[in-house]
């Protein structure tokens, strides 16, 4: 201690009043004790009272009395501190008794308030860790909830906030390699469920499709009633088209709200949502694809019940097709960037395209199948007369069959009123009419990328006219009955003439914008047959003419000149029976051929009996008989009034009135009178007529002449 402090403590121990100065002693001396300097002040003291002692002996020396007084004072001062100490002791004493007791209590204290703070950090990390496995342990509760969202707003929490704070702990280290596990349980909870709507979705597209079948169905009937009330529109717009839309706009029925079928998107929406969350639109876009894929397949590719021919499997499967194809645009059409066009619409649906081929060709087999037995019909119950119409309306309604001209006098004709085909025609193409209004009726509305369907039908209108109507009246054609004939064949130039409306009927009903001309072959196979069967009555009129003049007995060397042979007898009322009554209704055209055709023949028949070298004797009665059969069947052919057939035995009569006559021997007179003659034929009859024996009466006698004729003729031909 400093010595003012030593000086301090002997200024107290001077003082009079110990107990005034006590509470000054008090501090100075615990002052010592707390900083532990009691040795140094005990030294410091020692020193003190050393130098005291020199002092006071000095001081002594000087001054005993002083001195003495001086010595009293110190051994009081001295007994003070003896004092002092003692007190000091004692003080230190129950200082040192407090501290210790203090100390340890403060000791205490600190332990507790260390206990306690580790008790509050344990129950904190307690709380953060129950607080983490609750939130572990509601992912899995969300799950089950199906609340996938919140499941996986959880895990990011935890992932973000919690797992830092509980990272030191094994089950938190554990906890964080389970995180990709959770997200995973949520992905795939989440897509289940999703593909079990999908399978719903599949359940329920079918009455989708029933309804929009429905609809349509309900608009093209509106479509219908619209373009028979004078809009003239069906013709031109189709139904889908724009400006069909436009007309029933105010009508149209959205067919993307399925509220009423109880199809709830929102498992799709929260699937695209999750996956969103976790980065993997692109996967679930892919899984999405492949799993519309397969069921687009599996729908598509039910087409047993085509083969089968059943209507209501069929039917079941195109509402199938229809409603899978809704349900993709409100997909498409409700989400962004998820479901584009081309993965909409683009699927590969060849087998669709086949199946809807396959449709409409059954569908048209059908149509044909009906048409074959309605057709065969009709032949069966047609007379190959003439059809009579009875009235104005049932002529108007023969109009719109098909288009057929009449001429002027025809045309002035009241009721009733014959036309030339047989009533077959007319029905027949109503029938073929009605096939292609039926086939465009039922493929109303079906978008053509090319014009396969319009090739189908007209490729099927082909068959049904080929196969079906040429065919039939094909066979009919080997019929021996004459007036059939001619009425198949004014029939077939009628169907020939039909096969330009149906080209036109095809062309006006296509639902492409294709403009090509549109030829069908059966106008041309009309037109052969027809021409064939027109040489089929010719040949039959031959074979008549034929079968009379076979069997007709030819008087050589006649006895006498006859008005007419029997076999003119026989042919002229055949003639008459062919030509004017069976074929009356053949077009004029037709008529002027075949009776020319067939007296052509006749003129070349007779030509050849006449000169055949199978007969080396005649007589001139014969000639002038043979001379008066060609006259009468001249005279019959005036009443047909054709030029062509009065000038077909003209070469021939000019053959028999120069064997008649007197100028055979005179070459001018022949050719200017006779061009027609060959000179063979006039040698050959010649030769014939020299051939006969010896004449017994005027006429013979006169043919003997023929003899010095016939050498004359030679040498002059020589």
Known sequence: ??????????????????????????????????????????????????????????????????????????????????????????????????????????????????????????????????????????????????????????????????????????????????????????????????????????????????????????????????????????????????????????????????????????????????????????????????????????????????????????????????????????????????????????????????????????????????????????MDDDEYKPMTVDSQGEYDILQSAFTFNEDDDAARQGFPRTLPFSKVVPYCCEDIRSFVTQFYKFIEGFKQEQNELDELVKDSLDTLLIQHVHSVLLKKLESQNLSQIAQIIVNLEYFQNACGDFEHLLANSRSTSDTSKIDLQATGLFRETRRNAESRISDLIKSKINDVLELAEYEWMAPEVREVSTYIEELEPLLSAVLFAQLHNLPETIKKHVYADAFNHLATTLHGILTDPNVTQVNLNFVATFDKDIRRLEDFGQALNEPRVQDTFTGLRQLTALLMSDHTDDPEIRERMYPLVRPEDLNRMLEKLSNSPTPTTPQEKTGRRWDGMLRGWGQRSS
Request: net charge neutral.
């Open 1 to 378: 201690m400093a010595e003012f402090d030593i000086q301090q403590l002997v200024l107290v121990s001077d003082a009079t009043n110990d107990a005034e100065n006590l509470e000054h002693l008090g501090p100075a001396m615990k002052e010592v004790y707390r900083n532990n300097k009691m040795k140094p002040f005990l030294d410091q003291l020692a020193m003190f009272i050393q130098r005291k002692e020199i002092e006071i002996e000095r001081m002594c020396n000087s001054n005993y009395q002083d001195f003495v007084q001086s010595v009293d004072r110190l051994l009081s001062v001295r007994q003070g501190t003896v004092d002092l100490k003692n007190k000091i002791n004692v003080l230190n004493t129950d200082v040192q008794q407090a501290g210790i007791s203090l100390a340890k209590k403060k000791h205490e204290l600190i332990e507790s308030k260390r206990i306690l703070e580790n008790i509050a950090a344990a129950t904190e990390t307690l709380k953060s860790c129950v607080h983490f496995l609750d939130l572990a342990n509601r992912v899995n509760v969300q799950v089950e909830n199906r609340k996938y969202y919140s499941a996986l707003r959880i895990v990011d929490e935890i992932q973000a906030i919690h797992l830092k704070s509980v990272i030191q702990f094994e089950f938190a280290r554990h906890m964080q390699d389970c995180i990709p596990i959770l997200q995973q349980a949520i992905k795939d909870a989440v897509i289940t469920e999703m593909r079990a709507w999908l399978a719903s979705v599949r359940s329920k597209q079918k009455v989708i499709g029933e309804l929009a079948m429905d609809r349509m169905l309900q608009r093209q009937q509106r479509w219908r009633e619209r373009a028979t009330m004078g809009l003239k529109l069906r013709s031109a717009h189709n139904v889908n088209s724009a400006v069909e839309a436009a007309v029933n706009e105010e009508n149209e029925v959205d067919l993307m709200d399925l509220e009423a079928f109880d199809i709830d998107f929102r498992p799709l929406y929260q699937c695209l949502h999750i996956f969103d969350e976790l980065g993997l639109r692109a996967e679930l876009k892919v899984n999405f694809a492949e799993d519309r894929h397969a069921q687009a397949k599996s729908t598509l590719s039910s087409q047993n019940c085509i083969k089968d021919r059943n209507i209501e499997g069929f039917k079941s499967l195109l509402q199938d097709i229809i409603g899978f194809f809704i349900i993709e645009h409100v997909i498409m059409h409700s989400t962004i960037n998820f479901r584009t066009q081309s993965q909409s619409y683009n699927y590969p649906v060849h087998q669709l395209n086949d199946l809807l081929l396959t449709l409409f060709r059954t569908y048209t087999d059908q149509l044909e199948a009906k048409f074959s037995f309605n057709f065969k019909k009709l």
